[in-house]
């Protein structure tokens, strides 16, 4: 390993920087990836999208199992929880995606060395980075190009700090070995709603406290205020545009104070979940030193080749500017190591989608409404509601609506946003119709299967030019 001169080293084997290493092996370089945690994949595979989903899968079914069933004909007595099973069928499903990233790294001969890095000097065209603390040992590694992909970590609020067991971040929120009686989530972001959603089915009493008033600021407002109506009737609580004024733990309760439009509220509970946003981890050992620039959110700086203040080292993903996506930092590693290849590849920032896995599911891509309005963006709105479509009555999942942004004249595609059964899966398409300029009659006159849920995009398309069938 240490005569060893890479052409690119990577830390951080997240979503960015494991998709980063196996595109530049692809491209012919000789790759190496740090890694301090003993298992790859990152927040993401590790305690993160992954996790997560497995919960919101199976709680999905704990609750289709007591409250929909009999709707199908399905009678059962009332299923009962086993939590142990469902958070080792939870592990059981991380162990095989981050051992497929093993696989992989096999595969493109990709050098896996577990290790905290420190970034050191440079040593002529040669970048060196100093491991320890790991099984690869103290050692020194040299390198062409680096490239930091170390991604995010929970941000804390200073009057509610973590304790690890009553006071958690969602990588907590994953991991009871109990149902909490009361679950209060601070913040109505995307994990605070999936991780209360969880909580909410297995029986949790669950209360959300978000400051503004409006939950998810960046969602459709239509989509947002439709996805709080429904986890209310779900048996969710909110208070928005509500702050917490203090925390204080008895025993094994802690009371909050709150602080909303109606006044003081006080609120005991079991747990409470902080899920007020994500902090990039550029403290990287050596940064400051290396004269690599952050910004005062954080952020490390970096062009349009995502090389940063200092020639030779480049950032990624939840580290640079943007949203902490996995799929955004997966795009930027890709492009980023292609760039170094001297390709012209691109991010298409402008059709990033976002998705909330609460049930029903939130999506969209594209502007909203309410940036059209506020950029003074004419539009003509076509919507179509799950009610009106086959397969979501096959499925008794008729809650919620497609929406079509498109521009009165050109009938471009300005946004798409969804609330609904599997929005998630259907936003694909808005996604690839976006990318590549189409118009609303593009997607109206483009076969769609009967009976699918996809059929609402169609027929919100066709709404555009007021001819959906359906309404
Ligand atoms: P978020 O930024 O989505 O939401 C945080 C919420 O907390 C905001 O609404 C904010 O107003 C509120 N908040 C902040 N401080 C507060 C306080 N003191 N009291 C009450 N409310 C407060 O952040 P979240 O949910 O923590 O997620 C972090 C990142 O992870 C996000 O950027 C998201 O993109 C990503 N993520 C994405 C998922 C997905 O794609 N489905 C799932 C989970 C996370």
Known sequence: MSDMVYDLIVIGA?????????????????????????????VCLNEGCIPSKALLDSSEHFAQARDKFSQHGVIIDPPRLDLARMQGRKADVVKKL??????LFKKNNIERLQATARIGTVDGELRTVHLSGGAAG???VKGRRLLLATGSR???IPTIPFDGEFVVDARGALSFDKVPEHLVVIGAGYIGLE????WRRLGSKVTVVEMLAKPLPATDGQVADTLVRSLKKQGMTFHLDTKVVSVAKLNDKISLNLEGPGGPVAIDCDRVLVAAGRVPNSDIPGVLEAGIKVDGHGRVTVDENYMT????????????????????ASEEGVVCVERMNDEKSVVDYEFIPGVVYTWPEAAGVGKTEEQLKNEAVPYAVGRFSFMANGRAKCLDETEGFVKVLAHPETG??????IIGPRASD??????????YGATAEDIAMTFHAHPTLSEALKEAALDVGKRAIHS
């Open 14 to 42: 997240g979503p960015g920087g494991y998709v980063a290493a196996i595109r530049a092996s692809q491209l012919g370089m000789k790759v190496c990836v740090v890694e301090k945690s003993d298992t790859l994949g990152g």
């Open 98 to 103: 981050t051992d497929g990233v093993v696989f």
């Open 138 to 140: 103290e050692a020194t």
């Open 154 to 156: 929970a941000a804390e």
């Open 195 to 198: 991780l209360g959603s969880v």
């Open 309 to 328: 203040s200092v020639p030779g080292i480049y950032a990624i993903g939840d580290l640079v500017a943007g949203p902490m996506l996995a799929h955004k």
């Open 412 to 417: 471009r595609v300005l946004g798409v946003h």
């Open 426 to 435: 259907m936003i694909a398409e808005a996604v690839t119709a976006m990318t």
